[in-house]
């Protein structure tokens, strides 16, 4: 020890090494909550960056296997038709019917967040007794059955669509000598139907003893066969729709030229033009998730008429 230096009492050196100490522990629980901090942070980061994901996937290949399945069979979905809807619109006194179907098995998906299979069919407008006859064939669904549930809407642009009641069919067993569904009438289910809808059709019952509550669906699914390998995965292979546009851009984009374009016309200043048909056909097909194209043949022809 220095001259300079004064030696310190028992208790003054106590009390520092207390105060270093007490320093320590809030310096370590200032870096623990720190650390819990980052932790729920990066935690919050990575659900919503799964939210994301979900709401817009990443594209491009997908080296995931697709889980494998003994069998799998073809089967040609039709919704015929619907009776004794309610009507959603009281302007029209009526409704503009479609049916959203959502088809499942009890196949593993290559990834959780992938959806589910659907279809949407056509609206059928200002109608309470829709026919669509609207066909949906599906391949890969498996031996052991399937939940088909159907979704009964009216399709309203300028605000949501009114929920009119839905069907659920499971059938627990397919094989070979699966019958099928021969146009059949369920019951639509009015439980998370529209209450705006209902309550219409309710006051109506109640003044009249013709009109009824309850509605009909009217389906058939009849099996095509046994579907082609690899089995593990359901997908769409029909039907195909086109629609028909009077876009000359459309028909530049699409290649669809007018005919005699392909002469060699040129304008006032010597330079050759090509002429692009305003009226063009365009083929929108709905595409496989097994990356399998219908054949040309099953494309339909376009439809002439005028603007």
């Known amino acids: 020890m220095s001259e300079n230096e004064k030696p310190q009492p028992n208790g003054q050196r106590q009390t520092n090494a207390l105060n270093g100490n007490a320093k320590d522990g809030d310096e370590d629980k200032q870096n623990r909550y720190r650390g819990r901090l980052i932790a729920a942070k990066d935690k919050l980061n990575e659900k919503q960056q799964k939210i994301q994901d979900k709401k817009n996937p990443p ?6 296997p697709i889980p494998s399945a003994p069998d799998g069979y073809t089967i040609k979905f039709t919704f015929h038709r619907a009776e004794n809807l309610p009507m959603s619109d009281l302007n029209t006194r009526s409704s503009d019917p479609y049916v959203h179907a959502t088809l499942t098995s009890s196949l593993a998906k290559r990834h959780k967040e992938d959806p589910n299979l659907t279809l949407r069919t056509p609206t059928v ?4 007794n829709p026919e669509w006859n609207y066909e949906w064939t599906v391949a890969g669904i498996p031996s052991t059955g399937f939940r088909l549930k159907c979704r009964l809407y009216d399709e309203d642009p300028s605000d949501h669509d ?21 146009n059949e009438s369920f019951d639509i289910r009015k439980k998370m139907g529209s209450k705006r809808a209902y309550m219409i059709r309710g006051c109506a019952a109640m003044l009249s003893s013709n009109v009824h509550m309850d509605g009909r669906l009217w389906l058939s699914a009849t099996l095509v066969g046994e579907s082609e390998n690899p089995h593990g995965r359901m997908y769409t292979v029909g039907t195909t729709s086109w629609t028909k546009h009077y876009s000359p851009m459309i028909g530049r984009i699409a290649g669809t030229k007018a005919p005699g374009s392909e002469k060699n016309v040129k304008d006032s ?22 990356d399998k194209q219908l054949p040309s043949e099953s494309i339909p022809a376009p439809r002439t008429g005028s603007r």
């Open 59 to 64: 594209g491009g290949y997908d080296a995931t």
């Open 125 to 128: 407008h200002i109608n309470t």
């Open 162 to 182: 009114d929920r009119l009641g839905n069907v659920t069919i499971k059938v627990g067993r397919i094989g070979p000598d699966w019958k099928g569904i021969r």
């Open 269 to 290: 200043n010597g330079a050759k033009t090509e002429k692009y048909e305003r009226v063009a056909a365009s083929y929108s097909e709905i595409k496989l998730t097994n």
